[in-house]
């Protein structure tokens, strides 16, 4: 009795997996899945549809970004789906989202920096943005470059805008889907400026003043020693007065240390 009763249990069960897997590989309603990608709008699954019937085309997703060019069978968008002649078949099945990336242009604001040359991007996407990398030799006579900032380097009044730390960009910004302007910043260089009294008498010489540090583009502002019997004609950049005097009033234009001379003219009584 008892090895008939273990019997009917098992012919149970059988019958219910039988049912259960029926259910499984025999459920004759069919759904359509949607798969927008990533950063994409959903877009709803269609349950329920009965074998070869067709499907309305749902709304189209959006993507920042990319612009969408319509829904594919396969993941490697060989065949379009034709919403007005295609049918479901017989089995549940995915449609992906095919997207194209948008380009983006580049607008470089140089402030005063010497044209840029060779190959630099001058445009974007954002699926090459991160391979990009933007021109870091860009040069300006009397200046170091900076780098590349989202905000202008100077504003109307001509005062410098670089934020203490920012060290702007060496690539397109991250998540940018937009037309990019880039502004060139600069720092001025400085040099150290030393002066030789070179006085022509053992006797009666000034003090040389001390050294300073000028940046370039400022105005010179040098002091002016004074010597009994004696002119002061300027500063030059040679012993002899044969090298270029640096005068006060003028921009300072040199880039590396200068040693400057005093030169001098004998009053005749």
Known sequence: MKKIFQISLLVIFVLLVSACSDRKFYDDKINVIFYSGKNATPVETIYDLEPYSKISKPDDPTRVGFDFVGWYIEASYKTEWDFDTDNVGDRSFTLFAKWDAIEYTITYVLN?????????PQVFSLATANLISLPANVKQTGYTFVGWFLYDWKNEQ?????KPGDRGHTRIP?????????YAH???IDSVVSFEINFPSEEGA???PDSVTVIYGTIISFVQPEAEGYNFLGWNTKADGTGDYLINGTLFTRTQRTKLYAIWEKINN
């Open 112 to 120: 005063g920096g010497a044209p840029l040359t060779g190959n630099y």
């Open 158 to 162: 001509g005062v410098i805008q670089t």
């Open 174 to 182: 991250a998540g940018m889907a937009q037309d990019l302007v880039l």
């Open 186 to 188: 600069w720092k001025a």
């Open 206 to 208: 000034p003090v040389a």
